[in-house]
């Protein structure tokens, strides 16, 4: 399509000199000769009136042309267009189809576009999802969106989560033996040996058997669970939640008086290998927190972002709670592992309460956890953070 492409780049040329009305032609040329990039082009004059009249059908004519070759920006036009009623009618169900056209195809502002479209459904999930992946493309409005609906929602854990696509794939793990061996050093130098993951009772005979699985892996499999955080604010549902050292209690305690009907909960307690073995990242603050969110994923996957963790904040923190070196600044801090742990990093797992510790041992033979202590941990399970002995 060599004449199309030249007439294209005339039309350009001719816009950069102000000259529309030559622009225009060329313009109409190279999309009637089917290049999808003028016809979307020409959308936009048609549009914008930079065409020899402002014509929404026209305009509307043009990017559907062009959406419809896969032109991502076009695409997004049309879900634009569906979505405010301008040149077509009115349809949501529209509107979500073409922008999800756009958004697979890694367009940032389809990807915000369909988050809002989404979160207005209340359907969070999805929308964390889509805002998640626009921010990490440096898309503001998306951040912001992310920030506002963590601040409004962290309150919902009751929040219903909806049918999730299957598990994007897996992310190529990639660091280099210099990084691995900077990070066992950091580990080693701060006497860093728990990783920290708490679950419902109910969740034990699964993981005694698979491992401790991401949500969506759970959902695609189908399998059985109960979930403690019903509404991933930081968008990672491919991904587990682990805490340095000590759970995150406040949030801990939290779930445990909102789920009255747990049969009671287990702290599990991960080998720290994990944290170079599998593709991580490190958030010094809560992943769903703005702070979090505002920083690309590549950013909080560097060896940097793991030593931030542990460095004082502007109100001395560390001296004032007596901070151990193996404590995160902030008790909020997490590790997110974005795959399954099997179950060989499980060094213990501690039950809140005698009974349940009787009724784990003589359920689960020592052919299932040969290699795992089960114990009473009372510290785990109360406010505040934990010091360890020995």
């Known amino acids: 399509m060599p004449k199309a492409h030249q007439n294209f780049n005339q039309a350009n040329e001719y816009s950069k000199k102000g000259n529309k009305k030559e622009a225009f032609k060329s313009m109409r040329k190279a999309a009637e000769q089917g290049l999808a990039e003028a016809q979307y082009g020409l959308g936009w004059m048609y549009s914008t009136g930079e065409a020899e009249v402002q014509d929404d059908d026209e305009a509307v004519k043009w990017f559907r042309k062009a959406a419809d070759q896969g032109h991502s ?64 493309q440096g898309n503001e409005s998306s951040r912001h969106n992310l920030s506002r609906m963590s601040n ?47 679950t419902r009772y109910e969740n034990l005979e699964s993981i005694l058997e698979n491992g401790i699985m991401t949500k969506d892996n759970l959902k695609t499999l ?103 070196d193996c404590d995160p600044t902030d008790y909020q801090a997490e590790v997110l592992v974005f795959n399954n742990i099997p179950i060989k990093h499980i ?7 005698e009974d349940l510790l009787e009724i784990a041992e003589s359920k689960y033979n020592k052919d299932v956890a040969s290699n795992i202590n089960f114990d009473m941990a009372e510290p785990l399970f109360t406010w505040g953070r934990v010091t360890w002995q020995g």
């Open 152 to 198: 409004t929602l962290q309150e919902a854990p009751e929040q219903e989560a909806p049918e999730q696509e299957a598990p994007e794939k897996d992310f190529d793990f990639d660091r280099s033996n210099e990084e691995i061996v900077a990070l066992k050093k950091i580990v080693q130098e701060r006497n860093i040996e728990h990783l920290i993951h708490f």
């Open 347 to 353: 060094q213990a797992i501690y039950f809140e309460n």
């Open 222 to 324: 189908k399998l059985d669970f109960c979930e403690n955080d019903r509404a991933r604010f930081d968008g990672y549902e491919n991904s587990i939640s682990l805490s340095v050292s000590s759970p995150h209690f406040v949030m801990f305690w939290k779930y445990k008086k909102g789920f009255i009907d747990a049969k009671g909960w287990v702290v599990i307690d991960i080998k720290p290998d994990v944290i170079w073995e599998y593709y991580c990242i490190f958030c010094k603050h809560n992943a769903a927190d703005s702070k979090t969110i505002k920083r690309n994923r590549d950013d909080l996957y560097n060896i940097k972002s793991f030593e931030e963790m542990f460095l004082d904040d502007s109100t001395d923190t560390r001296l004032k709670e007596n901070l151990g």
């Open 73 to 136: 920006q076009a695409q997004c036009r049309v879900g634009y267009i569906h979505e405010m009623g301008k040149g077509l009618e009115q349809d949501d169900e529209e509107a979500i189809k073409w922008y999800k056209k756009a958004a697979e195809q890694g367009l940032a502002e389809a990807q915000n576009y369909l988050g809002e479209m989404y979160r207005d459904e209340n359907n969070y999930n999805e929308a964390v999802k889509w805002f998640r992946k626009a921010a990490d």
